[in-house]
């Protein structure tokens, strides 16, 4: 059996020019990056009021290797394309904390892969490290500012903006700056976050163009004065320079998957910790261009999907047609009960009692008001028995579910659910978003811990309530809710599987994002720098005297 990237290595690859015919740009709508990546700039002639069908996918809760949500959204891409010839897809871009880390790449697999597979896992066009380089050149100017006579009055204790790498580095995630004598700063606490978590990743997918994202970064609060009152980048003078070196990062990136499907990646907030979805320039043109577009938000629908429907929708100004829930036989064993280890045996009991992990997600998106389709990623371990138990259960809830088995086919294995989303995407939809922006910060977030997770509510920790009652007097306190929460379960405990019941959200604290729009509530034990694991999947992978990669998935 060949190896994700063996595959990909083997694939004919369209050079780029034609994908962007394909879709109808003209040559002043997008620049080559080298033979097949592009930097899309869309015209305003283009009307942006015909915007296509969208269609999101969203899962359970995962497993730790994840559930194919974007290799299933890569396949039922590639399907609705081969039906109608005018389909595209949108995608986040890989992050090299989980490359190097745990889960590997995120440019789907087996036969639904985006290509090229393996730059777009590494360097892709750069919009990472200008991300990086950005949040860092803001850091160094906060640090500067306070060791040339600190003209804000910022207290160094106080300073929110940490430093940024897009790698998992626990050894960075508390550390002491300035030290070295008088010529070497002012001595403080500080820390690293991981690039996808930076409030400059969340500001690049939600601007509308250069000049909001300009805005946006004024916005940012990089920390307080003595007096407590928020300094801003804007305060500190430098929004300019921060924006011109994310100038070309603003730009969607045009690549392919392996049936040609048009694709457009761009972004990366992870779903856990920021928003986890890609940006709105990307789906919105994506919709400009096409009749469907196909998109994902990270992680399962507590997270992703939650924040694609109550955050990003407004802002983009279209609503789903259909809502896709990936679902699979091992993790649904894995939330019965099943070790992870023996998760390939057949265990019909056990993905009887996780399936409680399935029906809670499919009614908290049907309380949305978006006909649902529930997707079951085919493994190739799983049971016809085990298949037709999910199905079953999901057409209890009078939601159709299809058997997808697109890593092994491609799109010719998601003709059935291709036929079944577009046969959702004609039924009304009456979309109902969760709470309104004028809601307070605690309905906010017992809308969600209630209705999305099946929790009784939510505690604040002490320190967490004195912070709403200052950014009540600052007048934050309405802002959307961003919930930074574990993956692998609906509570804030990831040891607790499929569907608990009476069990609180624990918010620890908040940590307010000004540029990006939203509050993030921090919960449980939940980090903004992850670990690597005992083996990372670094270990695994090489290249040799040709330039030929092996071990990246």
């Given at each position: 059996m060949l190896s994700d990237i063996e595959i990909a290595q083997g694939a004919e690859i369209w050079p780029i020019e034609k994908i962007a015919k394909q879709?109808?740009?003209?040559?002043?709508?997008?620049?080559p990056y080298g033979f097949d990546k592009a930097k899309v700039?869309?015209?305003?002639?283009?009307?942006?009021?015909?915007?296509?069908?969208?269609?999101?996918?969203?899962?359970?809760?995962?497993?730790?290797?994840?559930?194919?949500?974007?290799?299933v959204t890569v396949g039922l891409g590639d399907a609705l394309n081969a039906m109608n010839g005018k389909t595209m897809i949108a995608l986040r871009e890989p992050s090299l904390g989980p490359v190097m880390g745990l889960k590997g790449g995120a440019t789907g697999g087996g036969y639904s892969q985006v290509v090229p597979m393996a730059d777009i896992n590494l360097h892709f066009t750069g919009d990472f490290h200008a991300l990086t380089s950005a949040h860092n050149t803001l850091a160094a100017l906060i640090?500067?500012?306070?060791?040339?006579?600190?003209?804000?009055?910022?207290?160094?204790?106080?300073?929110?903006?940490?430093?940024?790498?897009?790698?998992?580095d626990r050894a960075l995630r508390h550390t002491t700056i300035g030290l070295g004598?008088?010529?070497?700063?002012?001595?403080?606490?500080?820390?690293?976050?991981?690039?996808?978590?930076?409030?400059?990743?969340?500001?690049?997918?939600?601007?509308?163009?250069?000049?909001?994202?300009?805005?946006?970064?004024?916005?940012?609060?990089?920390?307080?004065?003595?007096?407590r009152q928020p300094v801003t980048v804007k305060d500190l003078g430098v929004a300019g320079a921060i924006t011109t070196l994310l100038k070309d990062a603003i730009h969607p990136n045009l690549v392919q998957t392996l049936a040609h499907t048009p694709t457009l990646i761009h972004g990366g907030p992870f779903a856990n910790i920021a928003q986890g979805t890609n940006s709105i320039q990307a789906t919105k043109t994506a919709l400009r261009l096409s009749d469907y577009?196909?998109?994902?938000?990270?992680?399962?629908?507590?997270?992703?999907?939650?924040?694609?429907?109550?955050?990003k929708t407004p802002l983009l100004g279209k609503t789903p047609d259909t809502i896709v829930i990936v679902a699979t036989v091992r993790a649904l064993k894995m939330h019965g009960g099943?070790?992870?280890?023996?998760?390939?045996?057949?265990?019909?009991?056990?993905?009887?009692?996780?399936?409680?992990?399935l029906g809670q997600h499919i009614q908290s998106m049907g309380r949305y008001g978006v006909p649902l389709v529930v997707a079951i990623n085919q493994f190739t371990d799983d049971t016809p028995e085990e298949l037709a138990t999910v199905k079953a259960y999901a057409e209890s809830f009078d939601v159709p579910a299809y058997v997808a088995d697109?890593?092994?086919?491609?799109?010719?294995?998601?003709?059935?659910?291709?036929?079944?989303?577009?046969?959702?995407?004609?039924?009304?939809?009456?979309?109902?978003?969760?709470?309104?922006?004028?809601?307070?910060?605690?309905?906010?977030?017992?809308?969600?811990?209630?209705?999305?997770?099946g929790a009784d509510g939510v505690e604040l920790s002490e320190k967490a309530e004195k912070q709403l009652k200052r950014y009540a007097m600052l007048g934050w306190d309405k802002l959307p809710i961003i919930m930074a929460k574990t993956q692998y379960s609906l509570s804030d405990d990831?040891?607790?599987?499929?569907?608990?019941?009476?069990?609180?959200?624990?918010?620890?604290?908040?940590?307010?994002?000004?540029?990006?729009?939203?509050?993030?509530?921090?919960?449980?034990?939940?980090?903004?720098m992850p670990g690597l694991p005992k083996h990372p999947a670094a270990n695994d992978i090489d290249i040799d005297e040709s330039g030929h990669i092996t071990g990246l998935f």
């Open positions: 879709i109808g740009l003209k040559q002043d709508e997008w620049q700039m869309l015209g305003p002639e283009h009307n942006q009021d015909a915007l296509g069908k969208l269609i999101l996918v969203t899962s359970i809760n995962p497993t730790p290797a994840g559930e194919g949500k974007s290799t640090d500067n500012s306070l060791y040339q006579g600190n003209p804000l009055n910022l207290d160094p204790r106080r300073i929110l903006w940490k430093r940024a790498l897009d790698v998992n004598g008088a010529t070497s700063g002012v001595p403080r606490e500080d820390g690293f976050d991981i690039t996808v978590a930076s409030e400059l990743m969340a500001i690049l997918t939600l601007s509308a163009n250069l000049m909001d994202m300009k805005h946006r970064i004024e916005q940012i609060v990089i920390g307080e004065t003595y007096d577009t196909v998109t994902e938000a990270g992680f399962g629908a507590d997270l992703g999907g939650e924040k694609f429907l109550d955050f099943v070790d992870k280890a023996d998760l390939k045996e057949p265990n019909v009991p056990a993905l009887k009692q996780g399936l409680a992990n697109v890593w092994g086919q491609g799109g010719a294995g998601a003709t059935e659910l291709a036929q079944g989303v577009v046969a959702a995407t004609q039924k009304p939809a009456n979309f109902t978003p969760l709470y309104q922006p004028e809601d307070s910060a605690q309905s906010k977030l017992d809308a969600i811990a209630q209705t999305i997770y990831p040891n607790k599987l499929g569907a608990p019941k009476n069990f609180v959200i624990h918010v620890r604290e908040f940590v307010p994002k000004l540029g990006a729009g939203f509050l993030v509530a921090m919960t449980g034990t939940i980090l903004t």
